[in-house]
């Protein structure tokens, strides 16, 4: 069955330190991959999709098929990085996209 | 620019009631979807559109249902509301995938 895997529920770094969070996944097929934030008192939005190689606020994802994963990278932390972060994964169509249990960054000052 | 609305934001059901979850879109998207969040769990699909007239299941379909008669509107009805229906749910909107979510609906059976 198509699951994903956020192994940790907090994570907490300090401010200029790397921040990598961790993303796996379970699919047979092609899979497109997501990751969303949410900011404190803010609404749940999408942060980038593998497929654009794209770069937001600083933050990175690659797609490695061989060990399954999608984690999200930045190298140089800050404070409004804080928030919780979801890794999503679509299957069987564009529409089909289910969600990890999230990990929650703390940035110390 | 609301972007996506939903109300309640708050609604306490007795066990057997049934109600109407409100959500609208002003982006004119194709694509709507249904979540539920339970406390320390990621979102889950509850149904999906992509377009009026077209619904799908999601992961958790079970004791919901939804209708899309305009491309504005996903509402998601509860016939018979169960105590493991408790939760936080969250319409989301997009043009291929979620991109905007509403502020959600916190809804306890009792």
């Known amino acids: 069955a198509q699951r994903v895997t956020q192994p940790e529920k907090l994570l907490s770094v300090f401010k200029g330190a790397p921040v990598e969070l961790k993303c796996n996944y379970s699919y047979s097929g092609s899979p497109e991959l997501f990751w969303y934030v949410q900011y404190s008192r803010q609404r749940l939005q999408l942060l980038l999709r593998h497929i654009s190689r794209e770069s937001i606020k600083g933050f990175t994802a690659d797609l490695n098929k061989g060990e399954t994963s999608f984690h999200l990278k930045k190298p140089f932390a800050q404070e409004e990085d804080s928030a919780m972060y979801y890794c999503?994964?679509?299957?069987?169509?564009?529409?089909?996209?289910?969600f990890g249990s999230g990990t929650r960054l703390s940035i110390r000052p | 620019n609301a972007g996506v609305t939903q109300t309640p934001k708050f609604r306490i059901l007795k066990i057997g009631q049934s109600m109407t979850l409100q959500c609208t879109q002003d982006m004119n998207h194709n694509y709507m979807y249904w979540y539920r969040q339970d406390p320390g769990m990621g979102l889950k699909l509850i149904y999906y559109?992509?377009?009026?007239?077209?619904?799908d299941k999601g992961e958790v379909p079970n004791g919901y249902n939804v209708s899309r008669s305009t491309t504005e509107d996903f509402p998601l009805r509860l016939e018979l509301a169960a105590p493991s229906q408790t939760s936080v749910y969250f319409c989301?909107?997009?043009?291929?995938?979620?991109?905007?979510f509403g502020d959600g609906t916190r809804l306890s059976i009792l």
């Open positions: 999503a994964l679509s299957f069987s169509s564009a529409s089909k996209i289910i």
């Open positions: 559109s992509v377009g009026a007239g077209i619904t």
């Open positions: 989301a909107s997009g043009s291929n995938q979620p991109q905007h």
